[in-house]
């Protein structure tokens, strides 16, 4: 199913260059090991020590480094078709491979929004020749006004295997019974962005001591809660299947482990600026740090880092949400929510979640992409951190290998050239100028990052080298 009519990149995989990633050490699903990879013809040929090097090989040093298959990013903004002043699909596809991605989701939040087969064949077609795999998730009701359920059969056979009004969550109780219902015919996942809207609207930050004393009107940790727990009431009704997109609180979380343990479908992503930022960023009251879900207590943050550890949470996912500048440089009450996160994702969860490095010598990540932030959750390893940014998402997305898709890994021979390169000990510095995206609303400018993606190969073609993109 997730083999889309527009089979993308096809072509240029039989011209794909022979590629060795010298000397990384390699960490999948499987295992962790010091190992050269050789990539031919879009393919994994030999993964093994001290491999000779083909004739007419581009060699790519991967010494100190991470070798990791390439990262999906389940929910990315790239606001075409309507808001190609933000972003288009190939340069948040470009800021992606900077990224360390091979695939990303596309959310259906675009004008037209992606609610028939149409609007999803066109961001599939936009998506055929970017440097990383472009999905497309689908409305999950019409307009993505909550009323009408969208035609899911007909995206479902466009390869479409998620279904979001991510921006809004759907309100309605009994439309949302009927998705879930519909949703388990067509074996797709519904994600849910989290937000009871009577609770929401008006509020511009976190409901918390940050917004009393700046005097902002507040969205409660409530707003969000109380969806995931009538989701999770849905799940039970229903037997479907539910992702739940950026939670950002500690009760949210709690929701969800006891979900699990119950045996109930249902998954999580929580976002990097979500672990690490909090609500009291907002002291300035600049509109970087508008986001939705706002920024939370340090409470939350800690509860994330360990629903993380813990496996309640399966997947990091940037909530990419690039604005023009001229849309986003204005007051905190008229600015919309949202940031990007493409470019900065490795470095930030890295750094968020202790990830310690243990092969090669490689230095931990710094604690100081964090805001200044010292972890108090368990030290994740490399390994448990690049599994939330690849292959679990991998296969929340329907793009595992086992599910028709070429995502996740593991690095064997025969697998497919889906690989990102990551210096975990790399520092640079963060400069919105140099983004790839067409907006400029990080959070993190002017920041020293620890951690980079030094080098990414899309279907055996190294679309990133050297941390620059290459094409
Ligand atoms: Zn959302």
Redesign the pocket.
């Known amino acids: 199913m997730t083999e889309a009519p527009v089979r993308r990149g096809a072509a240029r995989q039989q011209s794909a260059p022979i590629v060795v990633i010298r000397g990384g050490t390699v960490v999948d699903a499987a295992s962790e090991r010091v190992a050269d990879v050789v990539v031919k013809g879009g393919r994994v040929v030999e993964v093994g020590p001290g491999l000779a090097t083909p004739r007419g090989a581009t060699v790519l040093d991967a010494g100190g480094c991470l070798v990791s298959p390439g990262l999906v990013d389940l929910h990315a903004h790239l606001r075409q078709p309507g808001a190609e002043d933000a972003e288009t699909v190939e340069t948040g596809a470009r800021g992606a491979a900077l990224g360390g991605f091979t695939a990303v989701v596309a959310m259906p939040n675009t004008d037209p929004p992606v609610d028939s087969a149409a609007v999803a064949l066109e961001v599939l077609s936009l998506g055929a020749g970017a440097p990383c795999h472009v999905a497309v998730a689908g409305a999950i009701t019409v307009g993505r006004a909550g009323e009408r359920l969208a035609p899911m059969g007909e995206l479902a056979a466009l390869g479409v295997r998620l279904f979001t009004d ?2 809004a969550g759907v309100q309605d109780v009994a439309v949302m019974r009927r998705a879930l219902e519909y949703a388990r015919g067509f074996d797709v996942t519904l994600a849910q ?1 989290c937000e009871v809207e009577a609770l929401a609207r008006g509020g511009h930050m976190h409901e918390g001591s940050w917004s009393s004393r700046l005097g902002v009107p507040g969205i409660p940790a409530e707003a969000e809660e109380m969806m995931v727990a009538r989701d999770i009431a849905l799940v039970r009704l229903t037997g479907g299947r539910m992702h739940f ?2 939670l950002s609180t500690a009760r949210s979380a709690a929701l969800v482990a006891a979900a699990k343990a119950e045996g109930l479908v249902v998954t999580a992503e929580v976002t990097p600026h979500h672990l690490t930022l909090t609500h009291a960023e907002l002291a300035g009251y600049d509109p970087v740090y508008k986001v ?1 879900p706002p920024l939370r207590a340090d409470a939350d943050v800690e509860a994330l880092r360990v629903a993380c550890a813990q496996g309640t949470v399966d997947a990091i996912a940037t ?1 990419h949400a690039p604005y023009a500048p001229e849309r986003k440089d204005d007051t905190l009450d008229l600015a919309p929510p949202g940031m990007l996160g493409l470019q900065t994702a490795v470095p930030v969860v890295f750094a968020a979640l202790g990830a310690t490095v243990h092969a090669h010598g490689g230095a931990p990540g710094s604690a100081g992409n964090g805001a200044g932030r010292e972890p108090t959750s368990p030290r994740m390893s490399a390994r448990e951190v690049l599994g939330l940014l690849s292959w679990h998402p991998a296969r929340i997305a329907g793009l595992a290998r086992d599910q028709g898709g070429d995502q996740g890994g593991p690095i064997e021979p025969g697998a497919p050239g889906n690989i990102c390169v990551i210096d975990p000990a790399a520092v640079w510095e963060v400069d919105p100028n140099r983004l790839a995206s067409r907006s400029r609303n990080t959070p993190w400018a002017g920041r020293l990052m620890t951690g980079q993606v030094r080098h990414t190969l899309f279907r055996g073609e190294p679309v990133v080298v050297d941390a620059e993109a290459q094409r």
Do not use: F, R
Request: glycine fraction near 14%; charge should be negative; avoid cysteine.
């Open positions: 991510d921006g962005h997109l950026h939705n909530d």
